[in-house]
């Protein structure tokens, strides 16, 4: 973990989509619902950053859909990135959409 809380699946799933690498951890143990300091899981990153091998891998694997502190679950957060889509079909970049929204979260 670092200073606030991520672990090294959270990076894996959000920042590099590489599902390969976070099955591996998993299967080395890494917990699937550990919590950042805002009560997000490595699910929250994995659909924020819209990595559906990361979002079925991690499902698979146990990972619980429960809300972080201020009540959003990754289910709702799928329903927000799917409300996106004609936005990023008219050429919204996706990263600052990414960034717009963890900062907003």
Known sequence: RNGDGLTVLM???FNHDWPELAAALIERGCDVNAKNENG???LHWAVNAACEACVFL???AGAASSPDE???SPLVLAG???AMRPLVSE????FFFRW???YFW
């Not at 050429?91 to 996706?94: A, D, L, Q, S």
Request: proline residues 0%; positive net charge; hydrophobic residues 70%.
């Open 58 to 60: 991690l499902l698979a």
């Open 91 to 94: 050429g919204v970049r996706m």
């Open 100 to 102: 717009l929204w963890f």
């Open 11 to 13: 990076w894996m799933t």
């Open 80 to 82: 927000a990135a799917v």
């Open 40 to 42: 997000q899981t490595a």
């Open 70 to 72: 201020n009540g959003i």
